[in-house]
């Protein structure tokens, strides 16, 4: 009864723990979803921050580049007041010379020209930097946009629009006053215009460079990749940071090259008359913001990583595996957890099994020599043979009381870390032979034809001579309780091709181990079911050291059973190196 109430206990305690572990792969897998829910709301927010983080870095450049070209423009214009009208030329000239050595973006701008309207047509003059002077010159080729909005709008009062593209050209007016019509407010006139052309190349190399590590980067590398183009028909790259283009794949776009003209118009003298009634300068552009569509120029940008999609995605698959795997790591620490808990009542239960079958074992053989004891004193025997009877019947049960402490103390060193004791040169033959000598007692009452085939060539080994011996010794008795069905044991021994190991094997023809047994017959404790309902003697120890002591000589184990057929247990011990056989060939005993 007990039996079964302890079964019953452990099937009770088994449908416990996996239905604990069913309840939380549940959990963790609703856990999973909402994480997988709340990691898709956290990327849509971590794009948008992106996203809008991208936008303000290119509105402060925007404004930076504009803000860089617009003040060099202002700095070469004279303030109406600065004029000289008998030498206007001069008077740019004396602004020009105060902005180069003031130290700015001297390298801004490639070619300073002044147009004046002359005779119906526009004089051209460039100015040379080196002399500081204007020398008349043909109009470029490359300004011919220019030229023909220029003169088109000399001939009209009132002057404008303003900020016309140009190419690369800017054009800054310089304003006089009309006399006002009878009736009307003043106006005023563009007197003459000075041209200023962008240089590309200072641009490219130093300007867009430091804005674009300025705002685009971190720790002296751009986060993106950055491409400016011209807006025209056929766009052409002024600046790419890398090899790839940029525009058709851009996180973001911005116009670029856009001066400020109501700042340059003030400069200039358009708004002189405003507190007479002149009209006051044009609206500033709606929004504070980047906006494609406004300048001569676009910049485009691409996170460095392929895109800011891909940077998100990228980002929420690696908190999704960083979740998963937390969520993994519980799941798998909980049914660790229910293993390991199993696993101990196992344990518990074969060691309860283990002092009950100890207990028996003891008992038995106390019990036969407590009784044979009492009747040799008593005076039952008298006759010389049942002394002798008895005699031997009393040395066999105390071999079997020795059989089992020994096989106790092992166990306990082998816990201890003493598994076996310093090795030495071992014949396989001779410890073979003191093997089945030490089991012959068993082997008879087996009533088991033992084969033996172990050559005397084999090459020594270097063990324990007593630890393998009891391995050896524990196999065979093995073997012999059993296998007695099949009444064969068979021994043999043979070295490898490389003569590195030499392999024994011991097998019989009995009934086999079942196939759900075989993985757990070298755990400690462990009796398989036939054993425990044949009441065959034993501790549930020997493979289980057999086991450590072969691991101890860096050795290995094998078993292989067909039910009905028979059981084999292969054990390959490794041999004495080559060059060291002469030495210990003297050493090596045989029997």
């Not at 106006?187 to 003459?192: C, D, S, V």
């Not at 021994?491 to 023809?509: K, L, P």
Request: charge should be positive; proline fraction near 6%.
């Amino acid at each position: 009864m007990s039996k079964v109430r302890n079964e019953k206990i452990r099937r009770w305690r088994s449908v416990r723990d996996w239905a604990l572990v069913v309840a939380l792969v549940l959990l963790t897998t609703i856990l999973a979803i909402l994480q997988y829910r709340w990691l898709g709301r956290v990327s849509a927010g971590e794009r948008e921050r992106m996203r809008a983080g991208l936008e303000a870095s290119l509105r402060h450049l925007r404004q930076e580049f504009n803000d860089a070209i617009t003040s060099a423009c202002a700095a070469l214009m004279p303030a109406p007041a600065q004029i000289d009208e008998a030498n206007v030329e001069q008077s740019y000239i004396e602004r020009y010379t105060l902005w180069k050595e003031s130290g700015g973006r001297t390298g801004l701008f490639r070619r300073i020209a002044l147009a004046t309207p002359r005779d119906g047509d526009l004089d051209l003059r460039l100015l040379d930097p080196e002399a500081a002077v204007f020398r008349p010159s043909a109009w470029p080729v490359e300004w011919s946009r220019a030229r023909e909005a220029l003169t088109t709008r000399s001939s009209r009062r009132g002057g404008g629009p303003f900020g016309s593209v140009f190419g690369n050209v800017i054009d800054l007016p310089r304003f006089r006053p009309l006399l006002p019509e009878p009736g009307q407010p003043p106006r005023m006139q563009e007197a003459n215009w000075l041209l200023a052309e962008i240089d590309e190349e200072y641009v490219k190399s130093a300007l867009l460079p430091e804005l674009a590590r300025k705002f685009l980067g971190s720790g002296g590398r751009l986060e993106y990749a950055v491409e400016v183009t011209t807006r025209e028909d056929q766009p052409r790259v002024i600046y790419r940071s890398g090899t790839e283009p940029v525009a058709p794949f851009a996180d973001a776009s911005v116009g670029l090259f856009e001066p400020q003209y109501d700042r340059l118009l003030r400069r200039g003298g358009m708004f002189r008359g405003r507190e007479k009634g002149g009209k006051g300068p044009p609206p500033a552009p709606p929004g504070g913001g980047p906006q494609p569509d406004r300048g001569r120029w676009l910049l485009s940008v691409r996170h460095a990583s392929g895109s800011l999609d891909a940077v998100v995605q990228r980002s929420r698959w690696l908190n999704l595996a960083a979740a998963t795997a937390i969520l993994s790591l519980v799941l798998a620490s909980a049914i660790a957890m229910v293993q390991f808990s199993r696993r101990a009542e196992r344990l518990a239960h074969a060691q309860m099994e283990f002092v009950a079958g100890i207990s028996h074992e003891l008992r038995t053989p106390l019990t036969v020599i407590r009784t044979a004891a009492h009747n040799i004193a008593g005076g039952l025997v008298k006759n010389p043979d049942q002394m002798k009877r008895y005699g031997k019947l009393i040395a066999g049960e105390a071999d079997r009381l020795t059989g089992i402490v020994e096989q106790v103390l092992r166990f306990a060193g082998a816990e201890a870390g003493r598994t076996i004791n310093k090795p030495e040169p071992v014949a396989a033959a001779n410890l073979i032979d003191n093997a089945l000598a030490a089991v012959s007692g068993t082997i008879e009452n087996s009533r088991c034809a033992v084969e033996r085939n172990v050559p005397d060539t084999l090459p020594p080994l270097l063990a324990d001579p007593l630890a393998l011996g009891h391995a050896m010794q524990n196999l065979i008795a093995n073997a012999a309780k059993y296998g007695s069905d099949g009444g064969w044991i068979g021994v043999s021994a043979a070295a490898d091709a490389a003569g590195e190991f030499i392999e024994f094997v011991v097998e019989d023809r009995g009934a086999g181990i079942p196939a759900d047994e075989l993985a757990r017959i070298f755990d400690p404790f462990y009796r398989g079911k036939r054993a425990i309902e044949d009441q065959i003697h034993g501790t549930g120890l020997g493979l289980n050291l057999v086991k450590r002591i072969v691991e101890a000589h860096k050795g290995s184990i094998a078993v292989a059973s067909q039910p009905g057929k028979g059981t084999r247990f292969t054990v390959r011990i490794p041999t004495v190196p080559e060059e060291q056989r002469d030495e210990f060939a003297d050493l090596v005993g045989r029997g």
